[in-house]
């Protein structure tokens, strides 16, 4: 799915209203009457309290449109203007004006004297400041947002969490609405799966207001979200005549003294996701614990007991990974940077790898070309350097990525993937897969389908995705906490399977027809 920039919205929200030969203000209302479905759906004509925070844009207009709605339906809400600025938008006004017509009369908000009461119970429609924020709210909108938290009441925003920039990170964690639910127009906003403004939007849906297809399908974005839809054409059937060489030989290069286990879940998830070979290259204490746990796994040992000495095999892998468990000995330093300037097979390198690079800059430049980085967010920054915010870590990193030529995988509640100015960000994967080894497994995992034929951002981006699916589909048995790496790597089968399988069609998304009524 297509994440847009603000500017590309406003262009899309132009583009339609033009080509569609309609007013803003009729998209307003398509915008609002979608909310106001969405509402209606689940409360039923519930009388429950609803509070409307409007702006003076077109957030704002959205609330008001939406208040109209929720009054003719006979919901008991209250009406309030956070009254920010005098500018106020053309369409918030006609909106106001139709309230009006209905007796509805806001209340006008325009410094803390008098914040409304509202109860745990009651819900609260946040539509003070959509993807027009463009500097930082006055302190009184600040105090109105604790305020909003500290009622405890839901909160559902209009658009985006009011406070979050489209664009940038956020000055002021307490000038940023936290939304329990964000209905969002169109397409996802990239803000949603950003870790310091994700924690914003505890839940999201998207709602179409028929925003022109063809301005959609065209626009060239620099995000996309990641699910099934985007990874099936992505998937290569297994085919009737082949053997086990047709899928690839992979070697996996790691382990030290306490950490023979990182290779054998890289081992695991590189077998499971369909590697016709893997090989592990260990330091000698590996051997037994490896033989004689994943015996679907050879192992080529090191001269050193415990520690990568010297890198030399003689068998043609088709992918290699490198770094899980190798910890940063020098004799490894040493073999790795050796290793580095004879290798020009396909790369995928996690963890110590990463480090050494950071410590070795020059070494960077003898990745060879679309090799595969995945770091953790604290591998990146020792890589890339610091950020200011997640907007700047994403420029770095595609700035990183286009100097190494390589694919970056940044890892984290929703792991984004770099490569060539564009960012592929997941959407699977749950807290329990922040557990011991689960990075070493999605190593493997990357490595068995490069090993299989996937170009390398095919195989990150796949890679990542059955991940994350995997640990979703097991921890409906574990729960988050007893998911373990194994388990994830032993789940991916089932990853597979579900790419194929339809989707549940639930009562209210059955295709209604009219006709046949
Ligand atoms: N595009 C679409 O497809 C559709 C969009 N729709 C809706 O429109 C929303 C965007 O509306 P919007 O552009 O009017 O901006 P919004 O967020 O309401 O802000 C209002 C204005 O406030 C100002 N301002 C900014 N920061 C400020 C501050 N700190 N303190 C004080 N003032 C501040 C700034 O104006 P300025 O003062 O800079 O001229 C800004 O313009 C969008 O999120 C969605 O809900 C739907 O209706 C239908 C289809
Ligand atoms: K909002």
Redesign the pocket.
């Known amino acids: 799915m297509k994440i847009f920039s603000g500017e590309q919205?406003?262009e899309?929200?132009r583009f339609t209203i033009e080509k569609q030969g309609i007013t803003s203000d009729a998209?307003?209302e398509r915008?609002a009457m979608q909310i106001f479905n969405w509402l209606h759906l689940r409360m039923q004509g519930a009388p429950v309290k609803i509070h409307l925070f409007c702006?003076?844009?077109?957030?704002?207009?959205?609330g008001i449109a939406l208040a109209r709605h929720l009054q003719e339906h006979g919901y008991h809400i209250a009406v309030y203007v956070v009254n920010?600025?005098q500018?106020r938008?053309k369409?918030f006004l006609i909106n106001l004006e139709r309230l009006k017509d209905r007796k509805i009369w806001p209340e006008f908000l325009d410094s803390d004297k008098h914040f409304p009461e509202i109860g745990r119970e009651d819900i609260v429609v946040d539509a003070i400041?959509?993807?027009?924020?463009?500097?930082?709210?006055?302190p009184w909108v600040v105090n109105l947002m604790q305020h909003l938290h500290r009622s405890e009441a839901f909160i559902l925003s209009?658009?985006?969490p009011s406070g979050l920039y489209t664009n940038k990170g956020i000055e002021n964690p307490d000038a940023v609405v936290k939304a329990n639910f964000v209905l969002s127009?169109?397409a996802p906003k990239l803000v949603f799966f950003l870790p310091e403004t994700g924690v914003y939007s505890n839940q999201w849906e998207i709602l179409d207001?028929g925003?022109d297809q063809e301005y959609l399908m065209q626009t060239e974005n620099e995000y996309d979200l990641i699910g099934k839809n985007e990874v099936l054409p992505l998937y290569k059937p297994r085919e009737k005549f082949a053997h086990k060489g047709s899928y690839g030989h992979s070697l996996i290069i790691g382990g030290s003294r306490g950490k023979i286990g990182a290779v054998h879940l890289a081992a695991r998830g590189c077998l499971r996701v369909g590697s016709g070979l893997v090989t592990t290259y260990v330091p000698k204490c590996g051997l037994t614990p490896l033989q004689s746990n994943l015996p679907e796994a050879m192992v080529i040992n090191d001269s050193d007991e415990y520690y990568i000495s010297k890198i030399e095999f003689d068998i043609t892998p088709k992918a290699i990974a490198i770094g899980v468990g190798l910890g940063k000995e020098k004799t490894t330093i040493r073999a790795f940077t050796n290793f580095l300037k004879a290798n020009d097979l396909p790369l995928v390198v996690d963890a110590d790898a990463l480090n050494i690079l950071s410590e070795n800059k020059t070494l960077l430049k003898l990745l060879p070309k679309e090799s595969v980085l995945t770091p953790h967010p604290k591998e990146l920054e020792r890589l890339i350097g610091t950020w200011k915010d997640d907007f700047e870590k994403l420029k770095k990193a595609k700035a990183f990525s286009k100097k190494y030529d390589c694919v970056l995988v940044i890892k984290g509640a929703h792991t984004i993937t770099i490569y060539e100015g564009r960012g592929y960000i997941n959407s699977t994967g749950n807290p329990g897969m922040a557990t011991a080894g689960s990075g070493d497994v999605l190593t493997g995992i990357i490595t068995g389908l490069i090993a299989q034929g996937y170009p390398s951002l095919n195989a990150a981006v796949f890679g990542v995705y059955l991940h994350g699916r995997a640990g979703d589909i097991a921890i409906e048995e574990t729960g988050y906490q007893a998911l373990i790496a194994s388990a994830i790597a032993d789940t991916v089968g089932k990853a597979y399977i579900d790419l194929f399988k339809m989707p549940e069609v639930t009562q209210q998304e059955e295709p209604q027809d009219e006709t046949a009524k």
């Open positions: 919205i406003y899309a929200d998209l307003m915008a702006g003076i844009g077109n957030n704002g207009g959205d920010y600025s500018a938008s369409d400041f959509g993807i027009g924020l463009n500097r930082p709210p006055a209009v658009d985006v127009f169109q207001i925003l």
